[in-house]
């Protein structure tokens, strides 16, 4: 199972692509940020974002998509545009099929580390361990769309064929307009 | 000048596309409502939505897009869906080159009755008025992104061109990735 993981933002898109299954061995297959100016406005930064996701999935072509999950509680002022980044993730991934996954930082931290409250050196830690690297991933910002990865690979399987199922029957039976 | 309201919502998104010029008449060219249902996951709502926006950008093909500025305070639980939709029209206008402005509540409220907090019936009765209708625009809920089309027709002229300069500035000039 290919996984892309997603740590939305408008300034800096966290993605990385992990490959694994529960029980085996994880692999790295590529990390990267997405990045749009702040000087940009909000229109071009999310087609910056889409046209970055876009190409990422071209060529990575992964089986699922997991996507953190935004609070509308934290950072305020931030938190439109790292909404927005989501939804484009989001609609990235359902226009080609794949499904989509939302996990909570807490989830993430907590399936990678054992403690849902870990700090980022403990999460980049373990993302370095878990997927055998011989250094930490760079960009070091984009460890947590490798975390989010890792615990979609492990706990959200069977999360996915459901989604991938409703999905399915909602594009044949869905009406729009 | 044709400007396309988009009215945001996950469940209800109201489009609504306006000809006009400062000074001179309005004209009603077609209003709508994109329906998504909420027993679908927020993927595939916000791709319902992306193609409804799509086929009224391909049948209508407006000079500028015009939507509903979200708030983070208003509506915590419904709000991140809110600003992900928000975020997907202005995609779809980014991506066909098409200026996107954003404008409050209070803005297209002051712009078409010359009072901020205007209620709803009041809205009404002035869409109704500037776009010499019979009738109120059905659906009802439907105004309020004729109201956003008709304040960006008379106060975004001038910003969609500065945002339309900038966005063909930045798309030869962006790197991503």
Redesign the interface.
């Given at each position: 199972m290919r996984v892309l993981g997603v740590d939305p933002g408008l300034t800096r898109c966290g993605v990385g692509v992990v490959e694994g299954a529960p029980g085996k061995a994880l692999r790295l297959v590529c990390v990267?940020v997405?990045?749009?100016?702040p000087d940009?406005?909000?229109?071009?930064r999310?087609?910056?974002?889409?046209?970055?996701l876009e190409?990422?999935l071209d060529e990575m072509r992964p089986d699922a998509v997991a996507v953190e999950r935004?609070f509308?509680?934290h950072n305020?002022r931030t938190?439109?545009g790292t909404?927005?980044?989501?939804?484009?993730a989001?609609?990235c991934?359902?226009?080609r099929g794949i499904p989509?996954a939302?996990h909570t930082p807490s989830e993430a931290k907590a399936a990678i580390t054992g403690n849902g409250r870990a700090d980022k050196a403990q999460v980049t830690a373990m993302v370095t361990r878990l997927l055998r690297l011989d250094a930490p991933p760079k960009p070091a910002d984009a460890a947590d769309a490798l975390a989010l990865a890792i615990c979609h690979v492990w706990r959200g399987g069977a999360q996915a064929r459901i989604?991938a199922a409703?999905?399915a029957a909602?594009?044949t039976g869905?009406t729009?307009?």
């Amino acid at each position: 199972m290919r996984v892309l993981g997603v740590d939305p933002g408008l300034t800096r898109c966290g993605v990385g692509v992990v490959e694994g299954a529960p029980g085996k061995a994880l692999r790295l297959v590529c990390v990267d940020v997405i990045r749009t100016s702040p000087d940009d406005d909000i229109a071009a930064r999310l087609l910056g974002i889409e046209t970055g996701l876009e190409a990422l999935l071209d060529e990575m072509r992964p089986d699922a998509v997991a996507v953190e999950r935004v609070f509308a509680q934290h950072n305020v002022r931030t938190v439109m545009g790292t909404a927005q980044a989501a939804g484009i993730a989001m609609v990235c991934a359902a226009r080609r099929g794949i499904p989509v996954a939302m996990h909570t930082p807490s989830e993430a931290k907590a399936a990678i580390t054992g403690n849902g409250r870990a700090d980022k050196a403990q999460v980049t830690a373990m993302v370095t361990r878990l997927l055998r690297l011989d250094a930490p991933p760079k960009p070091a910002d984009a460890a947590d769309a490798l975390a989010l990865a890792i615990c979609h690979v492990w706990r959200g399987g069977a999360q996915a064929r459901i989604n991938a199922a409703r999905l399915a029957a909602r594009t044949t039976g869905r009406t729009t307009g």
